[in-house]
Antibody, heavy 117, light 107 residues
Framework: QVQLQESGPGLVKPSETLSLTCSVSGGSMSGSHWSWIRQPPGRGLEWIGYVSYSGNVNYNPSLKSRVTMSVDTSKNQFSLKLGSVTAADTAVYYC???????????WGQGSLVAVSS | DIQMTQSPSSLSASVGDRVTITCRASQGIRNDLGWYQQKPGKAPKRLIVAASTLLSGVPSRFSGSGSGTEFTLTISSLQPEDFATYFCLQYNNYPPTFGGGTKVEIK
């Protein structure tokens, strides 16, 4: 059973960079896409982008200018950096796997990140 | 982006009730739609893929239907463990997009 766990600071100051890491256990990272998805309070889910095992990335155009994703296969981890954050970036951030296209099969429990001074 | 409009946003129901949730896509997505269940503090769980394929281990009281732009999740007889939030996902087109969610509460 694949398990994902997000980690990172719960509070980020405006204009700074939000950084999160997702640790993958119970399976190999190869052959899958590894995504970040977020949900602002009271709003719907938004796909941020994915990184593949080989390091290829695909970002949501709405966030592309501020997003960087990377993968560390030696640690079975992948990461998200979101720059120049504002209060609008306050959300629960989820990491998720898709083994087929963009159908997410395994998700983390989510990590709440607040943007505030 | 394809907009997924999910309704209702919340509903109150009793154990044993039949519950229906709808997702409408702003353009055709064939049957590239999944349904998920989410409980507070837990990871979302896949229930249905390809609009109507029930995943292994998911109770048969859950069913999905639809194709193109209109999709339905039905719970035939609501059980206590089914009180949760449900959302749809279209994976036909980039970027993947989600319905706004339906919170199923106890009446």
């Amino acid at each position: 059973q694949v398990q994902l766990q997000e980690s990172g600071p719960g509070l980020v100051k405006p204009s700074e960079t939000l950084s999160l890491t997702c640790s993958v256990s119970g399976g190999s990272m190869s052959g899958s896409h590894w995504s970040w998805i977020r949900q602002p309070p009271g709003r719907g889910l938004e796909w941020i982008g994915y990184v593949s095992y080989s390091g290829n990335v695909n970002y949501n155009p709405s966030l592309k200018s501020r997003v960087t994703m990377s993968v560390d296969t030696s640690k079975n981890q992948f990461s998200l950096k979101l720059g120049s954050v504002t209060a609008a970036d306050t959300a629960v951030y989820y990491c998720a796997r898709s083994a087929t296209g963009l159908l997410f099969d395994y998700w983390g429990q989510g990590s709440l990140v607040a943007v505030s001074s | 982006d394809i907009q997924m409009t999910q309704s209702p946003s919340s509903l109150s129901a009793s154990v044993g009730d039949r519950v229906t949730i709808t997702c409408r896509a702003s353009q055709g997505i064939r049957n590239d739609l999944g349904w998920y269940q989410q409980k507070p503090g837990k990871a979302p769980k896949r229930l249905i893929v390809a609009a109507s394929t029930l995943l292994s281990g998911v109770p048969s009281r859950f069913s999905g239907s639809g194709s193109g732009t209109e999709f339905t999740l039905t719970i035939s007889s609501l059980q206590p463990e089914d009180f949760a939030t449900y959302f749809c996902l279209q994976y036909n087109n980039y970027p993947p997009t989600f319905g706004g969610g339906t919170k199923v509460e106890i009446k």
